[in-house]
């Protein structure tokens, strides 16, 4: 049973690009997170995902931050016009059914230049 | 919001000995979850604790939820070099599993 996956696992984007992050869940899970990491620091809640609904996006940034759970495919995690302070580690985690215990993915180091 | 203070903030130890440290809440906490994060890779969880006082134990790691449910204690017997990394606690909001991540403490194993 394969865990988390996440790509790329490194991303660099000059300011301005979008930065698109993906996300498979572990298998039969339909829950997702997205946290971000700054160096240094522990991670922080971005959004809460259930299959094609946003169940809590109380930390996400207000603009230029957007992120879907489709009916097939992976989660994506999208940023529009990036800037240096974007940088970061982003990391999703999965559960089978909104529990504590989520299981996370090795992350995707975002380098904006 | 919530906030997981979690102490020390670094500890160098040498291999072989034992290793303990601490979180605490400024809120009441349902589950403790304990986490350990190597150089470049994701949280991998260690231990889950559900119930107040409750003592859970994997291999050499031990984890106690504490009575006031605002705190938790991690301990590590015999530490060997795959221990180092960066340990945290978290805690989710009740009624959305959403954690909260501590602060982090950073094991060193000296040579």
């Known amino acids: 049973n394969a865990g988390v996956m996440q790509n790329p696992r490194h991303l660099v984007r000059r300011r301005g690009q979008e930065a698109r992050l993906r996300c498979s869940p572990m298998?039969?899970?339909?829950?997702v997170y997205w946290y971000r990491q700054l160096p240094e620091e522990g991670l922080k809640f971005m959004v809460y995902?259930?299959?094609?609904?946003?169940?809590?996006e109380s930390g996400m940034p207000k603009e230029r931050f957007s992120a879907e759970f489709p009916k097939e495919g992976p989660s994506i995690l999208r940023i529009q016009q990036v800037v240096r302070g974007d940088s970061a580690a982003y990391f999703c985690?999965?559960?089978?059914?909104?529990?504590?215990?989520?299981?996370f993915g090795q992350g995707t180091r975002l380098t904006v230049v | 919001g919530q906030q997981l203070n979690q102490s020390p903030q670094s500890m160098f130890i040498q291999e072989g000995e034992d290793v303990s440290m601490n979180c605490t809440s400024s809120?009441?906490?349902?589950?403790w979850l304990w986490y350990k994060q190597d150089p470049g890779e994701g949280p991998v969880l260690l231990i889950a604790?559900?119930?107040?006082?409750e003592l859970t134990s994997n291999g050499r790691l031990t984890a106690q939820f504490g009575i006031t449910r605002k705190d938790s204690f991690l301990n590590i017997s015999a530490s060997i070099p795959s221990d180092v990394g960066i340990y945290f606690c978290?805690?989710?909001?009740?009624?959305?599993?959403?954690?909260?991540f501590g602060t982090g403490t950073r094991l060193t194993i000296i040579p």
């Open positions: 985690a999965s559960s089978p059914t909104g529990g504590a215990e989520a299981f």
């Open positions: 298998k039969g899970h339909s829950h």
């Open positions: 995902l259930q299959k094609e609904n946003i169940i809590d």
């Open positions: 809120s009441i906490f349902n589950t």
């Open positions: 604790l559900y119930k107040a006082g």
């Open positions: 978290a805690g989710p909001n009740f009624g959305n599993e959403k954690l909260t």
